[in-house]
Each structure stands twice: as C-alpha cells, then as structure tokens.
C-alpha cells in the first residue's frame, strides 16, 4: 500500500475531517482514506446503481399494467406462458390437453 501525505491543509477542514471521523467512530486517517475511496470508487458504485435503477424502470414499465395478483396465480401463469413458448400451442391447449 502506498502513503500519501496532505500538506497545507485549512485548520477549519482538518477539524471537520476530526469531527466527521468521530462520528463515524474511526480515526481521522481512517476517515481520510473513506473519503478518497468514496470519492474515487463511489462513482463506480454510482454508474452501477444508475444501471440497476434503470433496469428496475424498464421492469416496471414492461409489467405496470399487469397487476398484483396472488404469487401462485402468477406462477402458474408464467409456467403456462412458457409451456406453451415451448410447445408452440397458440391455443393455451397445453398439460393433458
């Protein structure tokens, strides 16, 4: 791991990273290092919950007229839908027809 030294920082912003750092219970130089890597990696993190938040709008638009029904009514909805995807039966004529 490497080191870095900060120089010349404003006393008014080496006190807030003290204050910050006790109320998350670390040292200054563990808040220091939380800070960099949030600020740094965060926007990893960011793009990729953009990405599941997006996903998550087309799933709501492509099912939002759907309804709630009772989960099993669901299930056996959706097994019937691929059964027939499966058969190629058009007709829903699928099990013991």
């Known amino acids: 791991m490497a080191t ?4 010349n920082l404003e006393d008014d912003v080496v006190r807030r990273l003290r204050v910050r750092a006790a109320e998350h219970g670390r040292s200054a130089e563990a808040e220091h290092r939380e ?3 949030t ?20 799933f709501r638009r492509r099912t939002g007229g759907r309804g709630a029904g009772p989960v099993v009514e669901l299930l056996a909805e959706a097994r019937a839908e691929r059964l027939r995807s499966l ?3 058009e007709q829903g004529r699928g099990e013991g027809a």
């Open 87 to 89: 058969t190629g039966d």
């Open 4 to 7: 870095l030294t900060v120089r």
């Open 35 to 37: 800070i960099l890597r």
């Open 39 to 58: 600020a740094l990696v965060g926007d990893d993190q960011l793009a990729a919950r953009q990405q599941v938040a997006e996903r998550l709008a087309e």
